[in-house]
């Protein structure tokens, strides 16, 4: 069975920073797109960031320029360094690995920006 897991989420105040990273041990970095997506309530799932087997990076508008996403292909992980973090922010982040014919997920993990 395929596994993404997510951790780093958590409650962090507006202006603050986050480092989500996602691991897995059956799936080859090298050969899938790896993303970020993220879902707030009452919001459709939405691209926050990904990177192509090739390290071609896209960012939504809304986090360009405050969010960072990277790989280490040796590990199999993928990091979202979230900086200048705003209410907005807060959603449920999920990794994803898109191949040629389907996309995992990951199980999701909560990020909260409050003061």
């Known amino acids: 069975q395929v596994q993404l897991v997510e951790s780093g989420g958590g409650l962090v105040q507006p202006g603050g920073s986050l480092r989500l990273s996602c691991a897995s041990s059956r799936i080859p970095f090298t050969m899938y797109t790896m993303g970020w997506y993220r879902q707030a309530p009452g919001k459709e799932r939405e691209l926050v960031a990904d990177?192509?087997?090739?390290?071609?990076?896209t960012y939504a508008d809304s986090v360009r320029g405050r969010f960072t996403i990277s790989k280490d292909n040796a590990k199999n992980m993928v990091f979202l360094q979230m900086n200048s973090l705003r209410p907005e922010d807060t959603a449920v982040y999920f990794c994803?690995?898109?191949?040629?014919?389907?996309?995992?997920w990951g199980q999701g993990t909560l990020v909260t920006v409050s003061s």
């Open positions: 994803s690995a898109r191949g040629l014919g389907a996309t995992n």
């Open positions: 990177i192509t087997r090739t390290g071609t990076i």
